[in-house]
């Protein structure tokens, strides 16, 4: 049922068909919404899909024809990563028109229970764990959002118990009524300000994930050892936080056991699978959120007992001569680098990429455990500026396969070998998935690789 407080709603344009805006024009159209299209760099994929669902889609149009566009409709709907900066949103402000996310348009339309999760780094994992929580204790949920289904689909299939949404900034940037059930903030950190007008406009996108949490039923959860988390929290919400052995968070870790607010044991530390410092954070804010939404202690402890990390996630890919060989090639921010570091204790580093505007200069603070980069990417020159006379350094400006022959001869008794890039894959690859499956190739070609398993 659409909310009282909004508007009629009979006409959309929608920014940007990608995944999201053709998921979100589908849905629009099915509620009899008119839907007018526009997309900058159009394929013919995209032109034919449009015209398969009856909409008119233009490209690439003028200031004057995208002010008569939005001038003639109720509502804009721009798709996730459209840049603050776009005149869209000027735009639209001048004719009056309002900007929705896909979340606020799922608002309209469905009111099942939501967990939202946001945070520069985790959510994908966090996301994964609470869906396995829910499923493994009865409840049908579905992991949705920034993923390949968006939220707007995904309420179409009326089975769902439960949504768990891995909420990104860019889609919480545009929205405006979104009201969660359970909304978990993990942490934060300088990323994606190539589409954020400021670090400032960032951090108020990430917070807009409780703005809306009924204060008598909503339950917050927070890191308790983020500053900025904390610093956003709201008094009049119920707030459960969490952190690793001794913080003082409400679901902590005592005498190697993860424990409850209430005290519940959930899990020794020493029968995860995996027991890094941020698998640990991972795990606790996954039970905490899990539990407010309905699982059972046994459907926690289950998932828990099985999960063995996601691909490219500070994946192990093998062993060479004693030394263990790590994909992390979704760290794409110093954030998630520094988070995965702090797993070893000495560390051949391969970092660089693609700079997302970020100070990379805050990875000179990881050594240690870092003792030798291999610097590669359009940032090479940055990493290596970086870690100038805080440790060895070498610049590899071919391929990631001579990166790894490099590594291979720098690493030493005690090391591992970590690929975390701290910037995105574009500038030698595809996507940061494509970047860590060469790596995992090149290092299982190296002589003397054992595959120890993974994920």
């Known amino acids: 049922m659409e909310s009282p407080t909004r508007g009629s709603l009979t006409s959309a344009l929608v920014f940007g068909f990608g995944i999201t805006g053709r998921a979100v024009a589908e849905a629009l159209t099915a509620h009899g919404v008119a839907v007018v299209a526009v997309d900058e760099h159009p394929t013919d994929a995209i032109r034919a899909e449009a015209a398969s669902m009856g909409v008119e889609i233009f490209e690439s149009p003028s200031s004057q024809v995208l002010t008569r566009l939005i001038s003639g409709c109720d509502l804009v709907i721009p798709s996730p990563g459209i840049p603050e900066t776009h005149p869209i949103f000027e735009l639209a402000t001048a004719c ?30 966090v996301t994964t764990l609470v869906t396995a929580m829910l499923l493994a204790s009865g409840i049908r949920a579905v992991a949705c959002g920034n ?59 990430k917070a807009s994930i409780w703005a809306h949490l009924d204060a008598e039923t909503g339950v917050a959860v927070a890191s308790a050892t983020d500053p900025v988390v904390l610093a956003n929290r709201n008094p009049e919400l119920s707030t459960i936080t969490f952190g690793g052995p001794g913080t003082s968070a409400d679901a902590t870790v005592v005498d190697g056991w993860l424990r409850l607010p209430d005290g519940t044991e959930i899990l020794a530390i020493e029968d995860l699978p995996r027991g890094f410092p941020h698998d640990i954070t991972n795990a606790l804010a996954a039970s ?24 490219h996630r500070v994946e192990l890919v093998g062993e060479c001569n004693g030394i263990g060989w790590f994909d992390d090639s979704k760290a794409t921010t110093p954030h998630a680098v520094a988070t995965a570091l702090a797993a070893f204790d000495s560390v051949v ?21 870092v003792r030798v980069v291999v610097a590669i990417g359009e940032a090479a020159e940055e990493v290596r500026a970086c870690f100038l ?46 970047r860590g499956e060469r790596f995992a190739d090149a290092v299982r070609r190296l002589p003397g690789f054992v595959s120890v398993g993974g994920p």
């Open 96 to 125: 009056g028109k309002e900007v929705e996310s896909e979340f606020d348009l799922a608002d309209r339309w469905d009111s099942r229970p939501i967990v939202a999760i946001t945070g520069t780094d985790g959510k994908t994992t």
């Open 288 to 311: 905490v959120a899990a539990m407010a939404a309905g699982a059972t202690i046994e459907g926690v402890r289950q998932t828990l007992r099985s999960f063995r990390g996601l691909h």
């Open 389 to 434: 006379d805080r440790c060895e350094v070498h610049v590899v400006d071919s391929t990631i396969d001579d990166a790894v022959s490099l590594a291979a001869k720098l690493a030493t008794a005690g090391d591992v070998v970590l690929l975390s890039p701290g910037c995105a894959s574009f500038d030698w690859f595809t996507s940061y998935s494509e």
């Open 349 to 369: 580093l391969i970092a660089g990429g693609r700079n997302k505007g970020l100070d990379l200069s805050v990875l000179a603070n990881c050594v240690p455990p």
């Open 147 to 205: 993923t390949d289904t968006p939220l707007v689909e995904a309420i179409a299939d009326p089975e769902v118990e439960v949504f768990v949404v891995e909420a990104s900034s860019f889609r919480l940037a545009t929205t405006r009524w979104f009201q969660p059930s359970v909304a978990v903030w993990l942490n934060f950190a300088p990323d994606h300000l190539d589409a954020h007008a400021s670090l400032a406009s960032y951090e108020a996108a």
